[in-house]
T-cell receptor, first 116, second 113 residues
Framework: EAGVAQSPRYKIIEKRQSVAFWCNPISGHATLYWYQQILGQGPKLLIQ????????DSQLPKDRFSAERLKGVDSTLKIQPAKLEDSAVYLC??????????????FGPGTRLTVL | QKEVEQDPGPLSVPEGAIVSLNCTYS??????FMWYRQYSRKGPELLMY????GNKEDGRFTAQVDKSSKYISLFIRDSQPSDSATYLCAMSPNSGGYQKVTFGTGTKLQVIP
C-alpha cells in the first residue's frame, strides 16, 4: 500500500511570497489532515477534511492560509503572503474512517518550508 | 498552561537500557492516548494507543495511563540504536465522531551503541 505523498519536500521562499503544498492521501482514506510542525514542537492541526468537506479549520490563519480538497482526494495548502514565522514542516496525514483519534493517522514525509 | 506537557530532552541512554518517556496533561476530557515515533526528516508514525487508564504492551513497548494523575508513560525495554527518534505523545477527548488530536512537543531519544 502506497503511503501519503507530499510535494515538494523542501521549499525556500522570501517573506511576502506565495507557496503551495500538495498532498495525495492513501487511496480510499476519507479523512485528510494538514499539520504545521515548528522546530522543537509537536504537530499542530491546521485543517481537517472529511471527504471534501471541512471538519475543523479553527487553527488555520485564514487571512493568509487556504486549503482545498477537490473531489475528496488530493489536497493543496497555500500560504499567501508568507511570513517568517511560517517556517516549519507542513505535514499531511490521512485516515480511513471519519471517527477520528482511534483511527490511525498515516503521515506523509512533510514539506519543509523556510521563509527568508 | 499547555494542554499537553512533554520534556523535550534530549535523552541519551546506552543500548539495552530501559527508557521511560512521560507526558502530563490538563484536559480531563482526554480519553484516548497515543504515542508516535518520528525519525529525523520523516512524518510521525503511530506506535501504540490506549483508552482510558491502564497498561498496554506491544513487544518491547509498554504504554501506561494514569488518568487520576493526568500522566502517561511509554516504556521501552532493551532499547536499540534503531529506537533513536523523537517520541510524541498525543491525546484526544473521545472515540466517536470528530475529535482533534493534541500532540506534545516530543522527546528526542538517542540510544548509544
Amino acid at each position: 500500500e502506497a503511503g501519503v505523498a507530499q510535494s515538494p519536500r523542501y521549499k525556500i521562499i522570501e517573506k511576502r511570497q506565495s507557496v503551495a503544498f500538495w498532498c495525495n492521501p492513501i487511496s480510499g482514506h476519507a479523512t485528510l489532515y494538514w499539520y504545521q510542525q515548528i522546530l522543537g514542537q509537536g504537530p499542530k492541526l491546521l485543517i481537517q477534511f472529511q471527504n471534501n468537506g471541512v471538519v475543523d479549520d479553527s487553527q488555520l490563519p485564514k487571512d493568509r492560509f487556504s486549503a482545498e480538497r477537490l473531489k475528496g482526494v488530493d489536497s493543496t495548502l497555500k500560504i499567501q503572503p508568507a511570513k517568517l514565522e511560517d517556517s516549519a514542516v507542513y505535514l499531511c496525514a490521512s485516515s480511513a474512517r471519519p471517527e477520528g483519534a482511534t483511527d490511525t493517522q498515516y503521515f506523509g514525509p512533510g514539506t519543509r518550508l523556510t521563509v527568508l | 498552561q499547555k494542554e499537553v506537557e512533554q520534556d523535550p530532552g534530549p535523552l541519551s541512554v546506552p543500548e539495552g537500557a530501559i527508557v521511560s518517556l512521560n507526558c502530563t496533561y490538563s484536559n480531563s476530557a482526554f480519553q484516548y492516548f497515543m504515542w508516535y515515533r518520528q525519525y529525523s526528516r520523516k512524518g510521525p508514525e503511530l506506535l501504540m494507543y490506549t483508552y482510558s487508564s491502564g497498561n498496554k504492551e506491544d513487544g518491547r513497548f509498554t504504554a501506561q495511563v494514569d488518568k487520576s494523575s493526568k500522566y502517561i508513560s511509554l516504556f521501552i525495554r532493551d532499547s536499540q540504536p534503531s529506537d533513536s527518534a523523537t517520541y510524541l505523545c498525543a491525546m484526544s477527548p473521545n472515540s466517536g465522531g470528530y475529535q482533534k488530536v493534541t500532540f506534545g512537543t516530543g522527546t528526542k531519544l538517542q540510544v548509544i551503541p
